[in-house]
């Protein structure tokens, strides 16, 4: 099994026509995605790497059916292109956009809460599940199947990581990129829940960094209702407090969200702490005897 995306996902790449959108979707079906369709104002009755274009989501999802939304749309009109895929009744919105305004996330969430619909991103790689579809922009060679669920608010520190993984002889259930900005439309406890509850899942790899308090959270959850082995790295170890690093979200303030304050919690709650990313695997496998 996985989570989130398998090879019953129909996915509709919204901005399409763009040079992000056209790559991305080549991508995406090289991997044996199923892509049905894609959105773009104005372009409608084209096709895009054989799939076709319709103006709007709602005639996408009216001719298509699609289960999951691809957003590749530019910062300023995200928000727009999440309440069209929410009112169009699409489950699953995958946002690689960055720079999406905070105030204009906070809207999309609260948005897309109260209608059904589950926000991955923004500013993620997406979602990977080897053997069934990926949705987003993770390198194709990377995966391989297996029991291992991987979440993660980094992006490429993920592709190294999972790429161990795979060389290790680890394969994966599904890869889950949170995105890196303040307020991100699933958690690392949202995340935790969906492989527990996914029996093919039989060890998690959660990768964090400095800022906010997630891994904490994510930790007292794990200590209070996780039974399957966790292994972590924190991002950011030797970052100077105060600092900015990348990532809108990776700010340490106040001495909260530092790299110690997360493995401290997180190995208190029985997760294994990874220093540096290539002893996760071994980690893994310790975990799995």
Known sequence: MSVLVDGSSRILVKGITGHQGTIHTRGM????????????????GTTVEGVPVF???QEAVDATKPNVACLFVPAP???????????????????????????DMLDMLYYA???????????????????????????????????VGVVSRSGTLTYEIVNGLKEAGLGQTTCIGLGGDPVPGTTFID?????????DTKAIVMVGEIGGVAEEEAAAYIKAKLDKPVVSYIAGISAPPGKRMGHAGAIITRGRGTAA?????????????AKFPYE????VKESLR
């Open 29 to 44: 079906k090289s991997f044996g995605t199923n892509v049905v369709a894609g959105d773009t104002p104005g372009k409608g």
């Open 55 to 57: 103006n709007s989501t």
């Open 77 to 103: 009109y995200t928000k727009d292109a999440l309440f069209e895929t929410v009112d169009a009744g699409i489950p699953l919105a995958v946002i690689i956009t960055e720079h999406v305004p905070f105030h």
């Open 113 to 147: 809460k109260a209608n059904g619909t589950r926000i991955i991103g923004p500013n993620c790689p997406g979602v990977a599940t080897p053997g069934g579809a990926k949705v987003g922009i993770m390198p194709n060679v990377i995966f391989q199947k297996g029991n």
């Open 191 to 199: 995340a935790l829940e969906l492989f527990q509850n996914d029996p």
């Open 261 to 273: 304050s997360k493995m401290a919690a997180l190995t208190d709650a029985g997760a294994k702490v």
């Open 280 to 283: 996760i695997p071994s980690l």
